[in-house]
């Protein structure tokens, strides 16, 4: 049997041979399929209301991250494209055979800061010295052999010595699933903690774009029990500048640029070592040969010695002797490792019932650690009654403080809590711990989400409820730390409470619509429409098509014109009319960079008309207003075009309902239709007005109003001053996550670069221009940048100017606006 017969591994293997078998057929258009599936279910008698399906329906089945299948499309589909009986039956296996993704690989949480250790480190010199001046380092080892302790020791020596300002920690959790998490879920995270937004798709791209935050901030990155080479391959082969340390129970096969320590387990010196530091020399030297028999018993893993010198301080009435026979009595059980599993007994039952009762709480709970507030949530006692159990767990080794205010366990303990609770609690306890750990993460998502996008976050499903009040800094950073949490925390839910799902998008959606990269947040919100479809519930569906709405057309997906339509009918349905609204100014926004500027404007015009006679339309209309003047911008009327942005920044300032990073945008997008006129003063001036109100509010309009300043200055022929400008738009280039935004920039550079005489540079910037606008399929900004790679080869090479000259006056045609006539004269004349 070839390869290419055994069952695929993966959803995303199983479109991939999809797309192959299409690309044989002659590459027929997803249109086509549906017709030809349309008329052979017909011939089969299909009834006529399920017989055709929808283009955007046949399209899915060929792309990437889906989390599950229809096997009969699939089927309809091969079967549309040629393939016989034999290969149907194939097909049908295959989809049988598929696993179905679990989005339990989905998403990694990290945190910032210094690795906490709650006790002295013991040992391990020589592998520390290694591991810190090693640069790209895998720490490999059994369970419960010091791994992280070593890594987060070795960091902390290049902290001290000035070579770093923090650590990175991800935890990448590679022993408690069946499916490692992707490599892209490792950047995501990553990406999240550094606030590195567009970087790309590609892992490449994002892996580069994370190296240059890494290094211009000094920050380590410890990358903590990985399952496989391929999660860490790509960050470690571009992360050269800063630490990057592995953590693995397996030796991976990775680079021989990446040293490799395997971490042995302990002599009787450094078991000795520990317990002297732990319960102190006196009691050590007294009973030397108990001391010697207690340090075999552990096996040489140091956390087992914690495990069981915690308990000895805990118990100063004992003897060594004492505890080294009750040790002996407690080696015949074997589920985990002989010395560890003896180890967790023990302290196990030396904790007090409501202490244990904590342990299998957390061990059950889908996060890898809490707050401390998150905790006392998730048992549903008091603050002052978790603190103490928390203590207690601590003090006694069976959790740990992974950073400053949080509680986790080590997978090792957390496995043995686990067993424990299957036998001990009710299932509908465990639910409830988790319910209440829910709650406290949606209150706090709320908080953060208003105090970030403060007065214009709506909240439609609970409407009542009170928030926190936060800073948008203190709201921004809780988002980006605990955005893993929240969605394993709802991922835990969805099977018996899938409107809490809906619940959470609502509150963190704009967050992630915003702040994390397209493929992510598309597979977060078709988790929320999936949780919406079982609550039955016209509104929740609205609320989670909003968002998933949203992020198709940011990617430019040929489906988002069918998602938005079918928002609006849920948006009706449910009498949801800022839903509606927001859909319809998306549709004006795809017919736009359809090139069908005429019908893209009266949406834009019409949506304001109707948000006139809505309460708390104001801000509808500024957006969709300030949208229509940019349209009017590119169909060539600029007078009219800045009347209209200087009208909404008007009516914004009187009133209460639009928030203040709006009108920046308004004094950005106000900028482009002067500088077409001529009007640079003006426009220099909206651009740093625009500055000024978006300073701490909003990123991705400051860079913005930067790139506009940087063109006024270009206009009155400051071409050094503006590249100067530029550069510092393009060193924080990770926080726009718009593709046509970056386009721009990159279509500036390069104007700017020519002007200075470096043709070389200017190209490769428009290169990269065309790639990010071609990948989202935005014509117009395709369009500019053909031009301008048309007349810089014209001085060459004539037939390749020639065919980007008709590249351009094609897409031109494509996105309208006034810019065709002049590439249409060029190429007449070329």
């Given at each position: 049997?070839?390869?290419?017969?055994?069952?695929?591994?993966?959803?995303?293997?199983?479109?991939?041979?999809?797309?192959?078998?299409?690309?044989?057929?002659?590459?027929?258009?997803?249109?086509?399929?549906?017709?030809?599936?349309?008329?052979?279910?017909?011939?089969?008698?299909?009834?006529?209301?399920?017989?055709?399906?929808?283009?955007?329906?046949?399209?899915?089945?060929?792309?990437?991250?889906?989390?599950?299948?229809?096997?009969?499309?699939?089927?309809?589909?091969?079967?549309?494209?040629?393939?016989?009986?034999?290969?149907?039956?194939?097909?049908?296996?295959?989809?049988?055979?598929?696993?179905?993704?679990?989005?339990?690989?989905?998403?990694?949480?990290?945190?910032?800061?210094?690795?906490?250790?709650?006790?002295?480190?013991?040992?391990?010199?020589?592998?520390?010295?290694?591991?810190?001046?090693?640069?790209?380092?895998?720490?490999?080892?059994?369970?419960?052999?010091?791994?992280?302790?070593?890594?987060?020791?070795?960091?902390?020596?290049?902290?001290?010595?000035?070579?770093?300002?923090?650590?990175?920690?991800?935890?990448?959790?590679?022993?408690?699933?069946?499916?490692?998490?992707?490599?892209?879920?490792?950047?995501?995270?990553?990406?999240?903690?550094?606030?590195?937004?567009?970087?790309?798709?590609?892992?490449?791209?994002?892996?580069?774009?994370?190296?240059?935050?890494?290094?211009?901030?000094?920050?380590?990155?410890?990358?903590?029990?990985?399952?496989?080479?391929?999660?860490?391959?790509?960050?470690?082969?571009?992360?050269?500048?800063?630490?990057?340390?592995?953590?693995?129970?397996?030796?991976?096969?990775?680079?021989?640029?990446?040293?490799?320590?395997?971490?042995?387990?302990?002599?009787?010196?450094?078991?000795?070592?520990?317990?002297?530091?732990?319960?102190?020399?006196?009691?050590?030297?007294?009973?030397?040969?108990?001391?010697?028999?207690?340090?075999?018993?552990?096996?040489?893993?140091?956390?087992?010695?914690?495990?069981?010198?915690?308990?000895?301080?805990?118990?100063?009435?004992?003897?060594?002797?004492?505890?080294?026979?009750?040790?002996?009595?407690?080696?015949?059980?074997?589920?985990?490792?002989?010395?560890?599993?003896?180890?967790?007994?023990?302290?196990?039952?030396?904790?007090?019932?409501?202490?244990?009762?904590?342990?299998?709480?957390?061990?059950?709970?889908?996060?890898?650690?809490?707050?401390?507030?998150?905790?006392?949530?998730?048992?549903?006692?008091?603050?002052?009654?978790?603190?103490?159990?928390?203590?207690?767990?601590?003090?006694?080794?069976?959790?740990?403080?992974?950073?400053?205010?949080?509680?986790?366990?080590?997978?090792?303990?957390?496995?043995?809590?686990?067993?424990?609770?299957?036998?001990?609690?009710?299932?509908?306890?465990?639910?409830?711990?988790?319910?209440?750990?829910?709650?406290?993460?949606?209150?706090?998502?709320?908080?953060?989400?208003?105090?970030?996008?403060?007065?214009?976050?709506?909240?439609?499903?609970?409407?009542?409820?009170?928030?926190?009040?936060?800073?948008?800094?203190?709201?921004?950073?809780?988002?980006?730390?605990?955005?893993?949490?929240?969605?394993?925390?709802?991922?835990?839910?969805?099977?018996?409470?899938?409107?809490?799902?809906?619940?959470?998008?609502?509150?963190?959606?704009?967050?992630?619509?915003?702040?994390?990269?397209?493929?992510?947040?598309?597979?977060?919100?078709?988790?929320?429409?999936?949780?919406?479809?079982?609550?039955?519930?016209?509104?929740?569906?609205?609320?989670?098509?909003?968002?998933?709405?949203?992020?198709?057309?940011?990617?430019?997906?040929?489906?988002?014109?069918?998602?938005?339509?079918?928002?609006?009918?849920?948006?009706?349905?449910?009498?949801?009319?800022?839903?509606?609204?927001?859909?319809?100014?998306?549709?004006?926004?795809?017919?736009?960079?359809?090139?069908?500027?005429?019908?893209?404007?009266?949406?834009?015009?019409?949506?304001?008309?109707?948000?006139?006679?809505?309460?708390?339309?104001?801000?509808?209309?500024?957006?969709?207003?300030?949208?229509?003047?940019?349209?009017?911008?590119?169909?060539?009327?600029?007078?009219?075009?800045?009347?209209?942005?200087?009208?909404?920044?008007?009516?914004?300032?009187?009133?209460?309902?639009?928030?203040?990073?709006?009108?920046?945008?308004?004094?950005?997008?106000?900028?482009?239709?002067?500088?077409?006129?001529?009007?640079?003063?003006?426009?220099?001036?909206?651009?740093?007005?625009?500055?000024?109100?978006?300073?701490?509010?909003?990123?991705?309009?400051?860079?913005?109003?930067?790139t506009a300043l940087a063109l006024a200055r270009f206009a009155r022929g400051d071409a050094v001053g503006a590249l100067d400008v530029l550069r510092q738009v393009q060193g924080q280039e990770?926080?726009?996550?718009?593709?046509?935004?970056?386009?721009?920039?990159?279509?500036?550079?390069?104007?700017?670069?020519?002007?200075?005489?470096?043709?070389?540079?200017?190209?490769?910037?428009?290169?990269?221009?065309?790639?990010?606008?071609?990948?989202?399929?935005?014509?117009?900004?395709?369009?500019?940048?053909?031009?301008?790679?048309?007349?810089?080869?014209?001085?060459?090479?004539?037939?390749?100017?020639?065919?980007?000259?008709?590249?351009?006056?094609?897409?031109?045609?494509?996105?309208?606006?006034?810019?065709?006539?002049?590439?249409?004269?060029?190429?007449?004349?070329?």
């Amino acid at each position: 049997m070839t390869e290419q017969r055994m069952p695929p591994a993966t959803l995303d293997e199983l479109a991939a041979r999809l797309r192959a078998r299409r690309i044989a057929a002659g590459s027929p258009s997803f249109g086509e399929l549906a017709q030809r599936i349309g008329r052979a279910r017909a011939a089969r008698g299909v009834a006529p209301s399920s017989r055709l399906p929808g283009r955007v329906t046949v399209y899915d089945c060929f792309r990437d991250g889906r989390r599950r299948i229809d096997a009969e499309l699939v089927a309809d589909i091969v079967r549309a494209l040629g393939g016989d009986d034999e290969e149907l039956i194939r097909w049908r296996g295959w989809c049988a055979a598929v696993p179905h993704q679990s989005q339990s690989d989905a998403v990694v949480s990290s945190r910032l800061g210094m690795p906490t250790a709650s006790s002295a480190f013991i040992g391990r010199e020589e592998e520390v010295t290694l591991a810190s001046r090693a640069g790209r380092v895998l720490i490999a080892g059994m369970g419960g052999a010091g791994k992280t302790r070593l890594a987060g020791r070795a960091l902390a020596r290049l902290r001290e010595a000035g070579s770093l300002n923090g650590v990175l920690t991800v935890d990448v959790r590679g022993t408690e699933t069946e499916r490692p998490a992707r490599p892209a879920a490792l950047m995501e995270a990553i990406e999240r903690a550094l606030e590195v937004v567009g970087a790309g798709e590609a892992l490449q791209e994002r892996a580069a774009g994370i190296s240059g935050a890494l290094a211009q901030r000094r920050i380590g990155l410890l990358l903590d029990d990985v399952a496989t080479a391929e999660q860490v391959r790509e960050l470690l082969r571009r992360c050269r500048s800063m630490p990057v340390v592995v953590t693995s129970r397996r030796t991976l096969e990775l680079p021989s640029y990446v040293k490799v320590i395997a971490l042995a387990p302990w002599g009787e010196e450094e078991g000795l070592e520990l317990l002297r530091d732990r319960i102190g020399v006196v009691r050590v030297d007294a009973e030397p040969d108990a001391a010697a028999e207690i340090v075999e018993l552990t096996g040489g893993l140091p956390l087992a010695a914690d495990l069981v010198a915690a308990r000895i301080a805990e118990r100063p009435g004992w003897t060594l002797a004492d505890h080294a026979a009750a040790m002996r009595r407690r080696s015949a059980a074997d589920r985990l490792d002989h010395a560890v599993e003896a180890a967790i007994d023990g302290s196990y039952q030396a904790l007090s019932e409501g202490e244990r009762q904590a342990l299998r709480l957390l061990a059950t709970q889908p996060c890898e650690d809490l707050s401390e507030r998150q905790f006392a949530a998730l048992l549903g006692a008091s603050p002052e009654a978790a603190a103490a159990i928390a203590a207690g767990l601590v003090r006694s080794h069976c959790a740990g403080r992974p950073a400053e205010g949080r509680i986790g366990i080590h997978d090792l303990l957390r496995a043995f809590a686990a067993a424990r609770s299957w036998d001990e609690d009710a299932q509908t306890m465990r639910d409830a711990a988790v319910r209440r750990l829910g709650e406290d993460l949606l209150e706090a998502a709320w908080s953060a989400a208003e105090a970030l996008y403060a007065g214009s976050v709506a909240r439609s499903r609970m409407p009542e409820r009170t928030v926190v009040a936060v800073s948008g800094a203190e709201g921004s950073s809780w988002l980006r730390g605990e955005l893993g949490r929240i969605v394993a925390v709802s991922r835990a839910l969805a099977p018996w409470d899938p409107g809490f799902a809906v619940d959470l998008v609502e509150a963190v959606g704009r967050f992630v619509y915003e702040q994390t990269s397209l493929s992510f947040a598309r597979a977060y919100f078709e988790e929320a429409v999936e949780a919406a479809e079982q609550v039955g519930d016209p509104a929740a569906a609205a609320v989670a098509h909003s968002f998933l709405g949203q992020t198709l057309v940011s990617a430019g997906d040929p489906g988002a014109l069918e998602e938005l339509e079918l928002i609006r009918g849920y948006a009706h349905e449910a009498g949801m009319p800022r839903i509606d609204l927001s859909a319809m100014n998306d549709i004006g926004i795809v017919h736009g960079r359809a090139g069908d500027l005429a019908r893209s404007r009266a949406m834009f015009l019409e949506v304001a008309r109707i948000a006139e006679g809505i309460p708390s339309g104001d801000l509808a209309r500024a957006v969709v207003s300030d949208n229509a003047a940019i349209v009017l911008h590119r169909m060539g009327d600029h007078e009219g075009a800045a009347d209209e942005h200087r009208a909404v920044i008007q009516s914004a300032w009187a009133s209460d309902g639009v928030p203040v990073p709006v009108i920046a945008l308004a004094h950005a997008n106000l900028a482009d239709p002067l500088l077409a006129l001529g009007d640079l003063d003006g426009a220099e001036t909206a651009a740093r007005e625009s500055l000024a109100l978006a300073e701490g509010r909003s990123q991705r309009v400051s860079l913005q109003a930067s790139t506009a300043l940087a063109l006024a200055r270009f206009a009155r022929g400051d071409a050094v001053g503006a590249l100067d400008v530029l550069r510092q738009v393009q060193g924080q280039e990770e926080h726009i996550a718009d593709p046509a935004q970056r386009a721009t920039l990159h279509i500036a550079l390069g104007d700017v670069l020519l002007a200075v005489g470096d043709a070389t540079d200017a190209v490769g910037h428009w290169e990269r221009a065309l790639d990010l606008a071609s990948r989202a399929s935005f014509t117009y900004e395709q369009a500019r940048v053909m031009l301008r790679l048309a007349r810089q080869a014209a001085v060459a090479d004539a037939a390749r100017a020639r065919r980007l000259y008709e590249s351009a006056v094609g897409l031109f045609a494509q996105s309208g606006g006034v810019e065709p006539a002049a590439a249409a004269r060029e190429l007449a004349a070329l």
